[in-house]
């Protein structure tokens, strides 16, 4: 008995109606994307796992896809590593390489390997589908694609400035009004820690508070105890919790909490110059928001960092994200390269806009006129017609099969065509055409001239 087909969990096929919503979004992406200056590169979908591993936490690690090694991968272990039962030492004799598990990394390694042949600021973008061995859930795929843009070697805060409003023009020419763009600094959450006491729990105390959204208030500081932060230090950190105003009220409550902390003063001097500049420009389709608790759980952040909410009243997690990372290509033996980057989530902006009912309806606009296909010297005439048609960027087409007209007809009905020519030898004689109009049932014969005008 035949297998019934699946395919694996976190994973989908899209239909031609999706395919076509998608490609609205990403064209619009793209198409901003250009208009910033960004310019397009294309990376592998699997990596050397070395490329990979240990720049993502030790949750991001466990959660990248690892290829096995072509051929017998299990004679390179030995008996001393099966009875150790240490996976990890394992999967690095029987696995060299991962899918990727973002472009930021891959990116990474690709200005390292093309740096002489790279002009510095670069600004590129990349759209491409990456992985992720996650639990399966609404907006939370284990296949999905981003859409990234990223500068890298420049540490002026205008880029971040560029990023802001790059984000507010593709969610306003997608017609995507109320977002909000989170931003927050590495450095106010650094100095944060350090007020506190918690300096040498930085990375605990970050990826605790990155779940506060999901696990609320108290959720967060059970996770800090357990890691070993102290309930003197919880105490410290309990007005940021109930920080609340403007981003420039923010900041200046801010500022006393961090009077002391340099690193932490630092990262608010960046944050005022990113909001005093987009209030001077100002914002079409997004809100700008000061959000301390934003930590995005990436250990490669160094300075601000974005993220991106769907409207209020849409249950969704965040469709965008990013920030500055001073030296993510230091990993990879090039120093001083500073860079910073955002990222869309094109998955969940698709849900968006579908939930809100956003897509244009011309978006999964297709066949706009069908032939009847009488016979071979009948379909030559539709056919030569079709070809002028589609010079006219009319997207026409022949039933290719000489079947009953009912058949026909029942075809163009399910693919939902407007339009139906019927072109038997009355109207190859008289060189006309006679026209149906599938929703109001009218039929009429026309010239080819009036024939174009009609569709």
Known sequence: ?????????????????????????????????????YQPIETPSFEKSETLMGKYGEEGDR?????????????????????????LKITSKISEKALRYDLTVPFARYVVQHQNEITFPFKRYQMQPVWRADRPQKG???????????????????????????????????????????????????????????EDKLIDFTVALDKLDKIGEEGVKT????????????????????????????????????????????GIEELEFIVHSIENLSLEASTLEIDVTLARGLNYYTGAIF????PEGVKMGSIGGGGRYDDLTGIFGLK????????????RIYLVIEELGLFPETVTENTKV??????????????????K???????????????????????????????????GEKEMEAQSFTLKNMISGEQETLSFEELVAKI
């Open 140 to 198: 939370r795929f284990r296949e999905f694609y981003q859409c990234d843009a990223d500068v890298v070697g420049s540490t002026s805060l205008w880029q971040e400035v560029e990023l802001v409003q790059l984000y507010d023009d593709v969610f306003d020419k997608l017609n995507l009004k109320g977002v909000t763009i989170k931003l927050n600094n590495r450095k106010i959450l650094s100095g944060i820690a350090e007020v506190i006491g918690a």
């Open 389 to 423: 048609l589609r010079t006219k960027g009319i997207i026409s087409e022949l039933y290719p099969d000489n079947a009953k007209i009912k058949k026909q007809m029942g075809y163009a009905d399910k693919r939902c065509i407007p339009f139906v020519v019927l072109a």
């Open 307 to 310: 993220e991106v909410s769907p």
């Open 1 to 37: 008995m035949a297998q019934k087909p699946s395919i694996p969990k976190g994973t989908r096929d899209f239909s031609p109606q999706e395919v076509a919503k998608r490609n609205y979004i990403m064209t619009i992406i793209k198409g901003c994307f250009t208009t910033y200056g």
């Open 223 to 266: 996770e800090m105890l357990a890691k070993g932060i102290s309930e003197t230090a919880l105490e410290k950190l309990q007005p940021l919790f109930s920080l609340k105003g403007t981003a420039s009220e923010k900041l200046s409550e801010l500022k006393e909490m961090l009077a002391s902390s340099e690193t932490g003063l630092k």
């Open 370 to 387: 069908l032939f009847i296909n009488f016979g071979d010297k009948e379909a030559m005439y539709a056919m030569q017609t079709i070809s």
């Open 63 to 87: 959660l990248i896809f690892k290829i096995l090694n072509s051929g017998d991968f299990l004679s390179k272990v030995d008996d001393t590593l099966y009875s150790d039962k240490n996976s």
């Open 336 to 347: 001083d390269i500073s860079g910073v980057g955002i990222s869309y989530g094109l998955d």
